[in-house]
T-cell receptor
């Protein structure tokens, strides 16, 4: 089946630095990808919609200058957390829509754990 | 505003004890209702998409059903490996393609 891959799966960075997380659709093209954030024992909260070739659409309350999203190709979206702070530590998950024989299916990546120290 | 409510919040079953998880939703128009399984520290694993009331889908011990107001995930004769958090999400039939998630049901199946 369709696969969405994220990298890195775990990253530790120092406060004030930036870190980039990649999301790839491995065997299908995705014009739209989504970025979510998940806190422990909580559900997924949508951060932004990543559109290939255009600017991302951010949810209310999400700082677009802090969470930079780039969707440069039909198989790759990146999330860069700039000037990271400990409160940015979280589980970040991306997803992509696959239109196939099963219909409209949205697949998720394995997630990326970010720890800011 | 879309709302997705899952119940119960947590469920503990004995192996072989069948049960159902509920997902109630409120949307102006439903494009699809999705069920996912999530293991600790992992991304959600796709299970089903349901599109219209009356639709049912099955996969191994899982069966998902849909009405105009809610969806059920029936688990028949669960095994310990079915222990996970089950997430329900809805997608509107508007231009917004992102999913709105419920808070999930944490299922624990004891041997």
């Amino acid at each position: 089946g369709a696969v969405v891959s994220q990298h890195p799966s775990r990253v530790i960075c120092k406060s004030g630095t930036s870190v980039k997380i990649e999301c790839r659709s491995l065997d299908f093209q995705a014009t739209t990808m989504f970025w979510y954030r998940q806190f422990p024992k909580k559900s997924l909260m949508l951060m932004a919609t990543s559109n290939e070739g255009s600017k991302a659409t951010y949810e209310q309350g999400v700082e677009k200058d802090k969470f930079l999203i780039n969707h440069a190709s039909l198989t790759l979206s990146t999330l860069t957390v700039t000037s990271a702070h400990p409160e940015d530590s979280s589980f970040y998950i991306c997803s992509a829509t696959h239109l196939g024989q099963l219909g409209n299916t949205i697949y998720f990546g394995e997630g990326s754990w970010l720890t800011v120290v | 505003e879309d709302q997705v409510t899952q119940s119960p919040e947590a469920l503990r079953l004995q192996e072989g004890e069948s049960s159902s998880l509920n997902c109630s939703y409120t949307v102006s128009g439903l494009r699809g209702l999705f069920w996912y399984r999530q293991d600790p520290g992992k991304g959600p694993e796709f299970l089903f998409t349901l599109y219209s009331a009356g639709e049912e889908k099955e996969k191994e011990r899982l069966k998902a059903t849909l009405t105009k107001k809610e969806s059920f995930l029936h688990i028949t004769a669960p095994k310990p490996e079915d222990s996970a958090t089950y997430l329900c999400a809805v997608q509107e039939d508007t231009g917004r393609r992102a999913l709105t998630f419920g808070s999930g049901t944490r299922l624990q199946v004891q041997p």
